[in-house]
């Protein structure tokens, strides 16, 4: 195949294969908002699914922003017909089932639109993204499939392309036989700003989501960035700095924590925090306060830096860590050498680079829900 789309890593598994294929069906590429949702329960039907499973094939869908990520385990000794089947699957869904795959569809995003942390998430990305695909959370938008028909679905599967595929197995020749494309970046013109709430009823917890812009995955040193500070506020459990002073200190949280998503178009810094709604006001005043705290000790930073590379070196240590940790490389085009680059980048930071960043964040998204 000779593209730069495919990546192979040596399986330290003699008798195992894992494939990660990214689809163009991630919300920034799909034609019909919410098509992915109908499509993956209208694969799961397939009798090539059922074949999958019947021969020992464990493999599972998820939706991102950037991709649909099909990933595949499966014994060495029969990845080609299990790859034969995954290509038969993809292309044949059971379109006569639209209507029980829409409902199937709506039902799960209705149950993640009651999950107060998926739902604080996408209400804050909806007013940070603004009308931009990123705005339509993969799990938990509003999706209206009212008039989505046989057509459509019909319509996706001609366009249906492979972005990348990153192969683990002892041997490089496994290859799909699907068109591939390039991700092509959709530049966000305006970030949104403002605060939501919304009251779910029956809730004994509320979420406050604080989402902030940040640099996307092409921006190397400044995602490399991001990702040491995200793991000094919010990033290493119980000694991170958002549940150190909202949980421990205060007993404000049941939990408190951050996360940074480097998405191909823009970057995203989220903090989160599960409260009672009468310590809101309080919890939201320390969340605030802690991510404006710009001093970073040097213990503080040499802590995160081991952390980060101690979850590189665990992750990277089964066939499918190792998958899911390179597959960002043939999707964005990155450097082969990109941990290698990461690792070297983050073990030079000082304090300061950290301090600059969170001095610079910019005024963040806060949205309530519970």
């Known amino acids: 195949m000779g593209t730069a789309n495919k990546l192979f890593i040596r399986s330290p598994v003699k008798d195992v294969a894992v494939l990660d294929i990214k689809l163009n069906l991630g919300s920034l590429q799909e034609s019909r908002p919410g098509i992915a949702n109908v499509l993956i329960p209208l694969w799961r039907m397939s009798s090539y699914a059922k074949e999958l499973e019947r021969i020992g094939v464990s493999f599972s869908f998820e939706k991102g922003f950037d991709a649909l990520t099909l990933r595949v385990k499966a014994r060495y000794p029969i990845v080609d017909k299990a790859v034969k089947l995954i290509e038969d699957m993809l292309l044949s869904p059971v379109i006569d089932r639209i209507d029980d795959a829409i409902r199937q569809a709506r039902t799960s995003i209705s149950i993640n639109r009651e999950d107060t942390a998926?739902?604080?998430?996408?209400?804050?990305?909806?007013?940070?993204?603004?009308?931009?695909?990123?705005?339509?959370?993969?799990?938990a938008y509003d999706y209206k499939f009212i008039d989505m028909t046989k057509g459509h679905i019909k319509d996706a599967i001609d366009a249906l392309r492979v972005l990348s595929l990153t192969v683990v197995a002892p041997e490089d020749y496994l290859e799909i036989n699907l068109p591939f494309t390039n991700y092509v970046k959709v530049p966000i013109d305006r970030f949104g700003s403002g605060d939501v709430d919304i009251r779910l009823e029956g809730k004994?917890?509320?979420?406050?989501?604080?989402?902030?812009?940040?640099?996307?995955i092409m921006d190397l040193e400044g995602s490399f960035r991001v990702t040491v500070m995200n793991t000094i506020l919010g990033g290493m459990g119980l000694v991170s700095r958002l549940?150190?002073?909202?949980?421990?200190?205060?007993?404000?949280?049941?939990?408190?924590?951050?996360?940074?998503?480097?998405?191909?178009?823009?970057?995203?810094?989220?903090?989160?925090?599960?409260?009672?709604?009468?310590?809101?006001?309080?919890?939201?005043?320390?969340?605030?306060?802690?991510?404006?705290?710009?001093?970073?000790?040097?213990?503080?930073?040499?802590?995160?830096?081991?952390?980060?590379?101690?979850?590189?070196?665990?992750?990277?240590?089964?066939?499918?860590?190792?998958?899911?940790?390179?597959?960002?490389?043939?999707?964005?085009?990155?450097?082969?050498?990109?941990?290698?680059?990461?690792?070297?980048?983050?073990?030079?930071?000082?304090?300061?680079?950290?301090?600059?960043?969170?001095?610079?964040?910019?005024?963040?998204?806060?949205?309530?829900?519970?």
């Not at 998926?118 to 339509?136: G, M, Q, T």
């Open 118 to 139: 998926v739902r604080s998430v996408a209400e804050a990305l909806k007013v940070l993204f603004n009308d931009h695909p990123y705005s339509r959370h993969p799990i």
């Open 204 to 216: 004994v917890q509320t979420t406050v989501a604080i989402a902030y812009p940040s640099y996307d």
């Open 243 to 370: 549940y150190r002073e909202v949980r421990v200190k205060r007993g404000l949280a049941y939990y408190a924590y951050s996360m940074y998503w480097p998405l191909g178009s823009s970057g995203v810094l989220i903090v989160m925090a599960g409260v009672r709604r009468e310590a809101l006001k309080d919890a939201l005043n320390v969340m605030l306060s802690t991510m404006g705290d710009s001093v970073v000790s040097e213990e503080e930073l040499r802590m995160a830096i081991r952390n980060r590379v101690g979850r590189l070196k665990v992750t990277g240590e089964s066939p499918e860590g190792m998958a899911m940790l390179h597959s960002v490389i043939p999707t964005y085009g990155l450097p082969t050498d990109y941990y290698e680059r990461f690792i070297n980048y983050i073990s030079r930071l000082s304090p300061v680079d950290i301090s600059r960043e969170l001095r610079s964040l910019s005024k963040p998204v806060i949205a309530v829900v519970g």
